[in-house]
């Protein structure tokens, strides 16, 4: 935004007369200035102010994403295992799986750290009885939004809570990654497809919000929306919470999911994949101890043809890191519909490889699953 020099208090002077003589353009006496700023910058103003929004809201989500953080890094160990099962023949068949121990370790973490909130003093706003059940002491944030869910968390017999909270955790990492990448609207139609639909199965059922008021320091009724602690559950909470966030503050705040660690970060730049110098040292560090050794063989696929690109096979990215290669699509010019009986399967993948227009290949990483096309 430009700065405007302002004059004030100079009207009833003889200074203000002097003045006159040398005043510029650019100069706006300080009655006017607002009036100047909105006519001129409106759209800056506007900027500015979404800009303050975002921030505000970024720090009142701290929680949500602290507890999201807290269960991507405990999903990262088990995807390390489904990377190393990739490599063997039942490759395909362990890939979405939870674990027993997953689900007990991911519990425990959450439940522990719900635990430490609900000690904090004044941060599960409770109904005012004596006027009525839908008046609280104060406005609800996201600290009292989680502890509404504590109850449906309990660690008992049946974890299914905590699995489902995995699940829908690498639903967000999977909708942060796409949209952090945009492409053509056919891909970003394949990459956002099946997590929205997810996401909306989520919201459509869980409709379980009640509207509350409170009365502020200036004796103002302000209103809100909570979370019904007698029907609600932390995955319901935190879909609420994600929508949120794509609906009203993406662009303005941009997350994303370190590559490494898993947590969830705001990121300044679109091509920052890891939340610090430390994580991308980490990366480095990793990578020169993998070619430094003979534990990998590196396969050289002939320029003509993809064929050689198959499920099971190791992938190396220079940002993403290290990961499996758990299906291959390729899309083709079809000018013959059917082979001779007598032809071999081998010549058959290498046929259609051979004259594919572009490759599409779904990787598993540490952080979850990425497609990548090359033509």
Known sequence: MSWYRVFMGYED????????????????????????????????IRALARDEQSNDWLKRSEPFLELLSRVSRRDKD?????????????????????TESQMFSVATEVCNFLETMSVLPQQRPQANLMSGPYRVQFGPGATSHLLACLD????????????????????????????????EPLSDGRKLADPLKLVNEILLASSNHQVVYWQAADKS?????????????????????????LVNYYPSVNLAVCVECGILFPRQRKDNVYCGKTCQNRVAYKRKK??????????????????????????????????????VNYLVNKIVDTFAPETTDTFKVKYLARRAKSVRVRIRFLHGIRTMSHT
């Open 221 to 245: 009724l302000n209103f809100g929306r909570l979370p019904d602690a007698r029907n609600t559950s932390l995955t319901s909470c935190l879909t609420n919470w994600f929508a949120d966030y």
């Open 152 to 183: 449906s968390c309990p660690i008992g017999d049946d974890l299914g809570w905590a699995k489902d909270l995995v699940l829908v955790t690498r639903t967000f990492r999977d909708i942060l990654f796409a949209i952090a990448e945009p492409l």
């Open 13 to 44: 002077s003889d200074l203000y007369e002097d003045l006159q003589d040398t005043l510029h353009s650019e100069c706006v006496p300080a009655k006017k200035a607002l009036e100047y700023v909105i006519d001129n910058h409106w759209s800056e």
């Open 290 to 327: 993998i070619f430094g050794t003979d534990a990998l063989r590196e396969v050289s696929v002939d320029s003509d043809t993809t064929a050689e690109i198959k499920a099971g096979l190791l992938f190396y990215h220079y940002r993403l890191g290290l990961g499996v290669i758990e299906e």
């Open 78 to 98: 088990q995807l390390r295992d489904v990377i190393k099962l990739g490599i063997t023949e039942n490759h395909s068949s362990a890939s979405g799986e939870v």
